[in-house]
């Protein structure tokens, strides 16, 4: 915990290691938020990720890594409050290859997987009655729905407003990835700017199966904009999901600041996959 020695302050509660696809140290909490330490000595990567799910409604209790071949399987035993009543799952993390949009894309907290005929009613969701779940269906997002009666009806897409029959879909909590810079302070000719105002004007961002509206940025978390909707030209298709995106620099609504920093954020269940980003900086 060098690089961030207060993420842990509230006391370690378990440990797990996980091996493949690489090395990450799972750390459940005392305030039911879980560390992730991940680390590539080849590379040089350490780095600290908080995970935490469904707000103050889930405290992940316990942890435990299973050997699978190509990537481990990671299980969190959470205790939730659904419909009133305090419970207790063991929910199994999906595969990164599992997150990537496609047919079926498991980017959701304690999430039900349905396949079978076509229908704009999905039940068996008495684990979550009461609770507002997003869905993920035909490769589309599907929207927000609360779970009533163990069900959710009236699936539509998001895109279009229309009525989507599904085969195969998944429903769950949705979540959100934030990412916050540190201060930005490079410019060789000025040496190290740190206390000098500036102001970031672009940015650039490389990505991976990213959703048309997977990824926002902005100067801080209140202040987003969203990927462009034209590229190369002619407009995004609804429900696109980029396999590859590397386009021009766009312009960042930054303003003049010795404390200049970048915000990213994704939210569940659209997928995003942020390879490289640098930012364009104008002192």
Request: aromatic residues 8%.
């Amino acid at each position: 915990t060098m690089l961030a020695p207060d993420i842990a302050e509230d006391g370690i509660t378990a440990l797990a290691v996980q091996k493949n696809p690489d090395p990450r140290v799972h750390a459940p909490i005392d305030d039911g938020t879980s560390i992730v330490l991940i680390y590539d000595k080849l590379e040089d990567v350490r780095g600290l990720v908080k995970v935490e799910t469904d707000g103050a409604e889930g405290f992940i209790e316990d942890v435990c890594v299973l050997p699978r071949i190509g990537e481990d399987a990671v299980y969190f035993t959470v205790r939730r409050t659904i419909n009133g009543e305090t419970v207790r799952y063991h929910e199994k993390m999906a595969k990164l290859s599992e997150c990537r949009g496609g047919t079926l894309n498991k980017q959701a907290d304690s999430f039900l997987i349905y396949s079978g005929a076509a229908t704009t009613t999905i039940t068996g969701l008495g684990h979550l009655e009461g609770a507002e779940v997003v869905a993920w269906g035909n490769g589309k997002d599907l929207g927000t729905y609360t779970v009533v009666g163990a069900q959710i009806t009236g699936i539509v897409s998001v895109a279009t407003g229309e009525a989507e029959a599904v085969t195969n879909a998944v429903v769950g909590l949705s979540y959100e990835a934030l990412y916050k810079s540190g201060k930005q302070s490079i410019a060789a000719a000025l040496g190290v700017p740190l206390n000098q105002e500036k102001r970031i004007d672009s940015i650039g961002l490389i990505l991976a199966d990213t959703h048309k509206d997977g990824l926002y940025y902005g100067p801080d978390f209140d202040h987003l904009d969203a990927l462009p909707l034209e590229e190369d030209g002619a407009f995004v298709e609804d429900d696109t999901v980029h396999e590859a995106y590397d386009k021009d620099m766009i312009t960042f609504n930054g303003e003049w600041t010795t404390d200049a920093r970048f915000c990213l954020k994704a939210t569940a269940p659209r997928p995003c996959t942020v390879l490289s980003c640098v930012v364009s900086l104008t002192f």
